[in-house]
Every structure is written in C-alpha cells, then in structure tokens.
C-alpha cells in the first residue's frame, strides 16, 4: 500500500530504497534518518538496520495495486541515485513507474552526478517529475544537472533554504519549492531569501511553491510546535 505523507506537495509516499548518507549542509538534521531510527526501534523490520541504504525488491509490486491516480514522491527515506543502489535496481524503479501511466511520480535527488551518468540506460517515463534539492548557492551547479537531463518535468527544492540563492538560471525548470528546516536543531530561514526566490519566479513565470518557515515556536498557550506549516508565504 502507498503510505499517505503530511509532504504538502505530494499525496503519498513509495521507498523501494531506505536509507541514505550525508553528502552536503541540508543533510545535516535529515527528517529521513531519524525516522528510520524511530522506526527501528519500533521493531519495524523494513528499517532494522536503521538508516544504511537498503533496497526492497519486494516493494517493486507496490504501485501495481493502487487502483486510484494519485501524486506519489519516490524514496522519501532515501536517495535512488545513491552511489550504493544498482543501476540495475534504478531502471526496475523507473520501469514499474513507466508502466504505473495513471500515477505521476515524483523523485528528488541531491545527485544529480551519479544521475547523469546513468541516465543513458533509464527508459525515461513522461509520468516522472525529476527535482534536485539546493539549500544555498554553493548547490546550485545541481540545477545545471537537472537542467540537462531527460525528464519531462523538472523541479527544484529550496528546502531546507539555508542561504541567500542569489541569482540563479530558471531556464527548462517547471517548478519551484521553497521551505525552511524543521526539527530540534533547526537552522533559520530568512524571509529576504525566499522573496529573492520568489521574485525570480515571478519574473519567469515559473510555478512557485511556499511548503513552510519551519522552526521551533510556541502556540498561545506556550506549548512548542514542531514540523509543521506555521505562516503560510502571501
């Protein structure tokens, strides 16, 4: 079954991949693993070795059962082009995508390198929206990436936005996510960097998406909020 996701832009979730390791600044406070930890020590079998990059052939069938069209991101709890997941295994997921036509799939990727070096033997699906994740500028050569790729749809996540972007290239990119970190230890988002994102947008027509500040803050009675959209961007 496809698990239901508080993500405000998407429906669902499918991991046919767990597991992830660092590999730049937004990864730092990653929601994914301390999920999985959480869930290990559940006793959930699917993560019992907590966070290491683990792939589950049996959830290939998944999305063969989902009988209503649905938004779903793919590896939510991981990164499908992680340098330890076989490129055989990369065109099994593409493959079920491609045949699943009544879903659109969403995958989101911090490497587009390893991506771009396959992306030769992938039987490009027109249901894929491909995204790349770019917390500040030091990231943006990942839109480059993405930029040159076969995917149909093309997105970019903004999130956690940790740095001013400055000026970036929005040329071939159909969509744009934008949000601040959530959690314990998060780290601030200001509002000029997100106008700065925004304004871009605007001035090239490109679809733009406020998902949350983030933060830590304190309801009216005091109590701390965590995680969730707390002002939504006008």
Same mark, same amino acid.
């Given at each position: 079954?496809?698990?239901? &996701?508080?993500? $405000?832009?998407? $429906?669902?979730?499918?991991? %046919? /991949?767990?597991?992830?390791?660092?590999? @730049? =600044?937004?990864?730092?406070?990653?929601?994914?693993?301390?999920?999985?930890?959480?869930?290990?020590?559940?006793?959930? &079998?699917?993560? +019992?070795?907590?966070?290491?990059?683990?792939?589950?052939?049996?959830?290939?069938?998944?999305?063969?059962?989902?009988?209503?069209?649905?938004?779903?991101?793919?590896?939510?709890?991981?990164?499908?082009?992680?340098?330890?997941?076989?490129?055989?295994?990369?065109?099994? /997921?593409?493959?079920?995508?491609?045949?699943?036509? +009544?879903?659109?799939?969403?995958?989101?990727?911090?490497? %587009?390198?390893?991506?771009?070096?396959? $992306? @030769?033997?992938?039987?490009? %699906? $027109?249901?894929? *929206?491909?995204? /790349?994740?770019?917390?500040?500028?030091?990231?943006?050569?990942?839109? =480059?990436?993405?930029?040159?790729?076969?995917?149909?749809?093309?997105?970019?996540?903004?999130?956690?936005?940790?740095?001013?972007?400055? &000026?970036?290239?929005?040329?071939?990119?159909?969509?744009?996510?934008?949000?601040?970190?959530?959690?314990?230890?998060?780290?601030?988002?200001?509002? =000029? *960097?997100?106008?700065?994102?925004?304004?871009?947008?605007?001035?090239?027509?490109?679809?733009?998406?406020?998902?949350?500040?983030?933060?830590?803050?304190?309801?009216?009675?005091? +109590?701390?909020?965590?995680?969730? /959209?707390?002002?939504?961007?006008?």
């Amino acid at each position: 079954m496809a698990n239901n &996701t508080q993500i $405000e832009w998407t $429906e669902a979730t499918w991991n %046919p /991949v767990t597991g992830c390791t660092k590999i @730049s =600044d937004g990864c730092k406070n990653c929601y994914a693993e301390r999920m999985a930890l959480r869930l290990k020590a559940m006793g959930n &079998t699917k993560y +019992r070795n907590g966070f290491e990059v683990q792939i589950h052939k049996n959830d290939l069938e998944i999305p063969y059962g989902w009988k209503k069209p649905r938004m779903v991101f793919v590896n939510s709890m991981s990164d499908l082009f992680h340098e330890e997941i076989p490129l055989s295994f990369v065109e099994d /997921v593409f493959r079920v995508i491609k045949d699943n036509k +009544r879903h659109t799939f969403q995958i989101l990727t911090k490497r %587009p390198e390893r991506l771009n070096m396959v $992306e @030769s033997h992938l039987n490009w %699906p $027109e249901n894929l *929206w491909l995204g /790349v994740t770019v917390e500040s500028r030091k990231y943006c050569s990942r839109i =480059d990436e993405l930029r040159v790729t076969k995917a149909r749809l093309k997105f970019i996540s903004f999130e956690p936005l940790l740095g001013d972007i400055g &000026t970036f290239d929005l040329d071939n990119i159909d969509w744009v996510i934008v949000g601040g970190e959530s959690g314990l230890r998060c780290r601030p988002m200001h509002r =000029d *960097w997100v106008l700065n994102v925004l304004s871009q947008c605007r001035a090239r027509e490109v679809p733009f998406f406020f998902k949350q500040w983030g933060g830590r803050r304190k309801n009216e009675e005091g +109590r701390l909020l965590d995680g969730k /959209v707390y002002d939504y961007f006008p």
